[in-house]
């Protein structure tokens, strides 16, 4: 795809752990992580956690894709 375009790249699909996440921010511009988040409401719609829990869970998207942009970074 890059070498066809200089418009950025997201990649979304079958995106739904932390792991995923890093490895896609390794290669891409963006990842997409929308139906990971509606997974995991949908898990915790019922408890009185949810919010945290899900918040969490971002948190650790979050920090899988920071940690694979400072490596690419860093090796760049």
């Known amino acids: 795809i890059r070498k066809a ?9 079958g995106v ?8 896609v921010a390794a290669m891409a511009d963006g990842v997409i992580v929308g139906s990971a988040i509606v997974k995991q409401i949908a898990a915790h719609q ?6 945290s829990s899900v918040a ?5 998207l979050k920090g899988a894709i920071r940690q694979a942009s400072s ?5 760049a």
Do not use: I, L, N
Not at 5 to 13: E, L, Q, R
Not at 16 to 23: L, V
Not at 56 to 60: E, K, L, P
């Open 46 to 51: 019922q408890q009185s956690d949810m919010v």
């Open 16 to 23: 739904s752990t932390p792991e995923d996440a890093g490895k």
């Open 5 to 13: 375009t200089s418009t950025p790249v997201a990649v979304g699909f």
């Open 56 to 60: 969490a869970f971002v948190g650790s």
């Open 71 to 75: 490596q690419q970074h860093a090796s």
